[in-house]
């Protein structure tokens, strides 16, 4: 599995050009990338600025010698590189399995194209097969929680090993749902998103433009999709 995620993450460094402004996925995937990455920039004298979706991510990237700046800094990033916890056949996926669904989120949507790296696990034909991701904040959170029940969602807290929430870069908990029996992702999706106290949640869709798939070796572009 991890050849897998090495040989899309390779993939992925063929496709960042040099002087681009990069966005930095989270989660193993993305770190195999950044590592990648880091390599050809030294290598080849490449001038890439970085804007990380993660503050582990930030670590890992400055630790490599990648330059990382706030994305406040920048206007526009030119291409952002990320992992997905599921991606059906129209490049809709699932993220925040690694809890950065917020920050990968606002990377992913002030990017002019957005890659994702997978190993052919993660494909789909329909999405449901891991729990949806939702960021909360912690004032009523338990309020949220109960709706979602309402909703059939079956919620569950994210926890950490000691038993406790775990706790996002932004100090939020997440809860986790169960899709399975929704119909209508693009309703649910803006129904989670209307929710007061939902911060956001790990539904993306329309957001992947490249999807590099590690042991196929198979590229799909969005905008060869036969429905697109
Ligand atoms: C983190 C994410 C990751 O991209 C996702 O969990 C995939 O991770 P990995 O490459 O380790 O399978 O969304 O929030």
């Known amino acids: 599995m991890n050849d897998d995620k090495v040989k899309a993450a390779q993939m992925a460094v063929e496709l960042i050009p040099n002087q681009a402004i990069v966005g930095l996925g989270s989660g193993s995937t993305a770190s195999i990338f950044i590592d990648l990455l880091a ?12 804007v990380a979706t993660s503050v582990q991510t930030s670590q ?3 630790g490599f010698g990648l330059k990382v700046v706030d994305i406040d800094a920048v206007d526009r990033i030119d291409v952002t ?7 059906d056949g129209n490049l809709n ?16 949507t002030n990017s002019t194209k957005n890659i994702w790296v997978v190993d052919s696990s993660k494909q789909h034909q329909r999405l449901g097969s891991y729990r949806l991701p939702v960021e ?16 059939d969602l079956k919620p569950v807290y994210r926890q950490q090993e000691d038993g406790n929430y775990l706790t996002t870069d932004s100090g939020n908990y997440i809860i986790d749902v169960d899709i399975t029996g929704q119909e209508d992702l693009p309703q649910l999706a803006q129904d989670l998103k209307s929710l007061t106290g939902v911060v956001e949640h790990g ?8 999807l590099l798939v590690g042991n196929t070796g198979q590229a799909i572009y969005k905008d060869q999709l036969s429905n697109s």
Do not use: P, S, W
Request: glycine residues 10%; negative net charge; hydrophobic residues 50%.
């Open 81 to 87: 590189v990320d992992g997905a916890d599921e991606v």
């Open 136 to 151: 909360v904040v912690k004032f009523g959170v338990h309020h949220v929680f109960n709706y979602l029940k309402t909703r």
């Open 203 to 210: 539904l993306f869709i329309d957001i992947c433009d490249v």
């Open 39 to 50: 390599k050809k920039a030294h290598e080849e004298q490449m001038d890439i600025t970085c």
């Open 93 to 108: 996926g699932i993220k925040g399995g690694g809890a950065a669904l917020l920050f990968e989120k606002i990377v992913a």
């Open 60 to 62: 890992l990237a400055l």
